[in-house]
C-alpha cells in the first residue's frame, strides 16, 4: 500500500510559478515511477509529468515542456513539480500519482495509487 498527499497548489498570476509537492508513505518509493496528472470538470484525467523510480529518466506532455519540471528525492519519499510561465490553461486539480513499474508513463491506467489532489488556478 502507498499512500499519497500532494501540497502546494493555490491561486497565481499567468507567467507565475508554483512548487507542487507529494509526499509519499511506503517502502517501494524508489522502485516506482511518479507522476503528475491534472484534470478539469467534466474532462477527462491528462499526463502531465512522469519520473522513472531511480529519477533518472522523465517525460512530459507537450504542452508543459520548457515549463514544467518533475523531480524527485527517494530519500524523502518525495516528487515535485516545478511550474514555471503558467498560463490560464494550466488551471485544473493535479493529482500525484505511483505507478506498478519504474517507467515513467503517460498512461494513467498504470499508476496505481493516487492523491487527493491539489487546486491550481491561474488567473489571466
Known amino acids: 500500500q502507498m499512500q499519497l498527499v500532494e501540497s502546494g497548489g493555490g491561486l497565481v498570476e499567468a507567467g507565475g510559478s508554483l512548487r507542487l509537492s507529494c509526499a509519499a508513505s511506503?517502502?517501494?518509493?524508489?522502485?516506482?515511477?511518479m507522476g503528475w496528472f491534472r484534470q478539469i470538470p467534466g474532462k477527462e484525467r491528462d499526463f502531465v509529468a512522469g519520473i522513472s523510480g531511480g529519477g533518472g529518466s522523465t517525460n512530459y506532455a507537450d504542452s508543459v515542456k520548457g515549463r514544467f519540471t518533475i523531480s524527485r528525492d527517494n530519500a524523502k519519499s518525495m516528487v515535485y513539480l516545478q511550474m514555471n510561465s503558467l498560463k490560464p490553461e494550466d488551471t485544473a486539480v493535479y493529482y500525484c500519482a505511483a505507478a506498478r513499474s519504474s517507467y515513467p508513463s503517460s498512461v494513467s491506467r498504470v499508476y496505481d495509487y493516487w492523491g487527493q489532489g491539489t487546486q491550481v488556478t491561474v488567473s489571466s
Open positions: 511506503g517502502r517501494t518509493f524508489s522502485s516506482k515511477a
